[in-house]
Structure formats: structure tokens, C-alpha cells
């Protein structure tokens, strides 16, 4: 090339498909799917968005919200935070199965999500806003999950994208709205990619990842995993 020639025109900036098959830049796919993640708890439940002090997510009006499964749900995390209040960081003998023993060992205890939102709820009073920090982790994380999940299976692009987002806010879901533990039951797809990862590659680090997460499954509460 001589200073006279010019130089060559570079080609449009646009979307080319990924080594995993996918069409969109694996950047690009996960920096929308932390937005679809992150927009899409206020999509669905924009009431609970304008109100988190006092406004829980429910599948129907309100009048449906007041002995349904959100009241269930925040009674639960409110036993579970009385008990670290006195230092009793187990659900053994709890009044919701009185006068049988050790029946609640074996329910949905929510040790995880009690855990993660005992200072907020604490700290603010609170009760509806710890239930709905818990549940926006669940809409966050299970969305996160699913897309990690689906690009794996079909490259980091708008099949993969679309399917999370699906997989998190599906009819099903919708449904059972009121019910968070469904959508903690999505972090099932974590363990599913590690161990997806292990398989193809054979890294014990990944299979450590796999047990490890599947452990975190457990104490978020298997009855969503089961659903």
C-alpha cells in the first residue's frame, strides 16, 4: 500500500455469531440479561415496586393477598427471624404444626432467604419489605441462572435470551405468583450448568460447583425446586 492508496472501508459494527452458536456478542447477551433480569420483577409486580414497605407480591387483588400465600410466606421468614432474635438458628417444633414434633424440620424452613433478609427486615421494620427483597433475589437470580443455563445449550444469543426470561415469568410462574418459592426452584438450572460443564469438560472444580450449588438449592427450599 502506497500514501496514495486508501485505505480499505471497514466493515458495519453489528452482531456476528458467537464460538457457541449464539448471534449476539456473549457482552452484549449478558449485559441484557442482568437488564431483563433486574426490569423484570417491576414488570410484573409494579404495584409492590411503588409500594415495598407495605405491598407484597400476589397472584390476584388484593383482597386475595390477605390469608393467601404471601401472608404465609412472610409468617414463615418472620418465625425464622424471631428465632435468631434468641439465638435459635433451627425450626424445630414450630407452632405452625402444634402439637406434633419436629414436623416443621421437614417444611419449608427458608433458612437461606431468612438468613439473607434478617438485617433488612430488622434494620427497617419492615416485614413486607424483607419478604420482597427475598423475592426480588428469586426473580434476579433464577433469571441470571436460566440464562447461563440456555446459552450453554444454545449459544449466547436471542433463543437463549428470550427463553430465560421466559423461563422466569412462564404462565406457570404467573400463576403462583404469590408463591416465591417457585422461583427460588429456578436456581435448579445453576446446578444444571455446572454440571453441564462438568461433562463436557471433566473439571472437578466445576463438579465441586455442582454439589455446592445444589446445597444452596436445599436451603433456599426444595418444594420450589419440586414445582
Same mark, same amino acid.
Given at each position: 500500500m502506497t500514501a496514495t492508496d486508501k485505505p480499505p472501508e471497514r466493515e458495519p459494527d453489528r452482531p456476528r455469531p458467537s464460538p457457541d452458536g449464539g448471534f449476539l456478542r456473549p457482552g452484549t447477551f449478558h449485559l441484557l440479561l442482568i437488564v431483563a433480569a433486574l426490569a423484570g420483577p417491576v414488570g410484573f409486580v409494579p404495584r409492590v415496586a411503588m409500594s415495598p414497605m407495605t405491598a407484597v407480591p400476589c397472584g390476584g387483588d388484593l383482597?386475595?393477598?390477605?390469608?393467601?400465600?404471601?401472608?404465609?410466606?412472610?409468617?414463615?421468614?418472620? %418465625? =425464622?427471624?424471631?428465632?435468631?432474635?434468641?439465638?435459635?438458628?433451627?425450626?424445630?417444633?414450630?407452632?405452625?404444626?402444634?402439637?406434633?414434633?419436629?414436623?416443621?424440620?421437614?417444611?419449608?424452613?427458608?433458612?437461606?432467604? =431468612?438468613?439473607?433478609?434478617?438485617?433488612?427486615?430488622?434494620?427497617?421494620?419492615?416485614?413486607?419489605?424483607?419478604?420482597?427483597?427475598?423475592?426480588?433475589?428469586?426473580?434476579?437470580?433464577?433469571?441470571?441462572?436460566?440464562?447461563?443455563?440456555?446459552?450453554?445449550?444454545?449459544?449466547?444469543?436471542?433463543?437463549?435470551?428470550?427463553? =430465560?426470561? =421466559?423461563?422466569?415469568?412462564?404462565?406457570? %410462574?404467573?400463576?403462583?405468583?404469590?408463591?416465591?418459592?417457585?422461583?427460588w426452584g429456578g436456581l435448579i438450572l445453576l446446578s444444571l450448568s455446572f454440571g453441564l460443564d462438568y461433562l463436557r469438560g471433566g473439571r472437578r472444580s466445576r463438579l465441586l460447583l455442582f454439589a455446592s450449588s445444589l446445597l444452596v438449592v436445599g436451603f433456599s427450599c426444595l418444594y420450589g425446586t419440586t414445582m
Open positions: 383482597s386475595e393477598c390477605r390469608l393467601g400465600d404471601p401472608i404465609i410466606g412472610v409468617s414463615v421468614l418472620g %418465625r =425464622a427471624w424471631d428465632r435468631m432474635d434468641r439465638g435459635e438458628p433451627w425450626n424445630q417444633d414450630d407452632r405452625v404444626f402444634a402439637p406434633y414434633r419436629d414436623t416443621w424440620a421437614l417444611g419449608e424452613g427458608r433458612p437461606l432467604q =431468612a438468613l439473607i433478609t434478617y438485617p433488612i427486615a430488622r434494620g427497617t421494620g419492615s416485614f413486607a419489605l424483607g419478604y420482597n427483597v427475598e423475592y426480588l433475589l428469586a426473580c434476579i437470580l433464577t433469571t441470571l441462572a436460566a440464562g447461563g443455563f440456555f446459552s450453554r445449550l444454545a449459544g449466547t444469543g436471542w433463543p437463549a435470551l428470550v427463553a =430465560a426470561v =421466559a423461563f422466569t415469568w412462564a404462565p406457570a %410462574r404467573l400463576n403462583n405468583l404469590s408463591v416465591d418459592v417457585t422461583l
